[in-house]
């Protein structure tokens, strides 16, 4: 079971809602200093935000800030991650109180279940303590209510999937393929890279002259392909070294690059065959596409649910 998944589109439309909304205009940090006594930082319908939930809820990434940041961009980042805090808390309030309004509810099995499931994948639960139970069931509750008031109502016609394959179709292509020979020139030591180049300027002009290439590598290449006629067989785009990718996209079937030098050494490349860049069909993809114009879909249905939450609610900020 995944739990959050809610919680990470919350997450995306926080910072947006930090541009929009009155509410939530910059003012002096409510939480970085010390404070004695806890109060209250916001009001949600009938829900309080308390101060010390904040500081609960903020305190991993406060951390994490102040051992990768310092000085003014510290306390930048520091203020900006705790108006996400608070937008944050906000935003799960008006949705747990939705769910509340549309009876919503997450059994104790079901809570059980959910923790197993963590621990299992290697979260730490403490099952004992009250809050970290409240906040499973809250994550729960969570994706309930997105499934019921979201995602339920949402279809993806083929027609809407043909368009996202026509729109994006580089994303299913396969990676061209190559079938390459090689000669490559090693130098002999630290110092012998002028004498490596040479030799392959060598090798370049016995090939220009018409030695055969499988010949040429036989006697020549310090590649361990060399008593095979320097065949690299095949070999797949991106595979390659850069240097050596850019140098044979040119070259059509039976082509020869010039000398390329890589931390190996030289290299002189042939290419035997090559199949040109291939898209999969659209059946084999289908799946893969329905599901990432539901998850498009779904966010933007979300979103426009959470603003009118937030149309609807009255909220007030009280620092």
Request: aromatic share 6%; glycine share 4%.
């Amino acid at each position: 079971m995944q739990l959050n998944s809610a919680s990470r589109i919350i997450t995306r439309v926080a910072l947006g809602l930090l541009l929009t909304l009155p509410w939530l205009r910059p003012a002096p940090s409510a939480f970085s200093a010390p404070q004695v006594e806890d109060r209250i930082v916001a009001v949600v319908n009938t829900d309080l935000i308390m101060q010390s939930d904040v500081k609960r809820e903020l305190a991993p990434e406060q951390e994490r800030i102040r051992r990768q940041y310092h000085g003014d961009e510290l306390d930048q980042r520091l203020k900006t991650a705790e108006y996400m805090a608070l937008t944050k808390m906000i935003e799960r309030r008006l949705q747990l109180q939705e769910a509340a309004t549309k009876n919503v509810d997450v059994s104790d099995q079901e809570v059980k279940q959910a923790i197993q499931q963590m621990k299992q994948q290697g979260e730490a639960v403490d099952e004992k303590d009250p809050l970290s139970v409240r906040n499973v069931r809250d994550q729960l509750t969570l994706l309930k209510v997105v499934d019921r008031e979201v995602r339920s109502g949402i279809m993806v016609g083929n027609a809407e999937m043909k368009r996202y394959y026509n729109e994006h179709q580089t994303r299913f292509a396969l990676p061209e393929e190559y079938t390459l020979s090689q000669i490559l020139i090693q130098p002999r030591s630290a110092d012998g890279a002028a004498e490596a180049l040479e030799k392959a300027r060598i090798v370049m002009a016995e090939l220009k002259r018409g030695e055969k290439f499988e010949d040429a590598a036989l006697r020549y290449s310090d590649g361990p392909n060399a008593s095979r006629g320097g065949r690299l067989g095949l070999v797949r785009q991106g595979e390659l070294l850069p240097a050596i990718e850019r140098t044979i996209a040119p070259l059509v079937p039976g082509g020869v690059s010039d000398i390329v030098e890589t931390s190996e050494g030289y290299h002189i490349v042939r290419i035997d065959d090559r199949t040109p860049k291939q898209f999969r069909p659209f059946d084999e993809v289908k799946f893969e596409i329905q599901s990432l114009v539901f998850q498009q879909k779904s966010e933007d249905v979300f979103q426009s649910w959470l603003v009118n939450l937030k149309n609807k609610a009255y909220i007030e900020i009280k620092f």
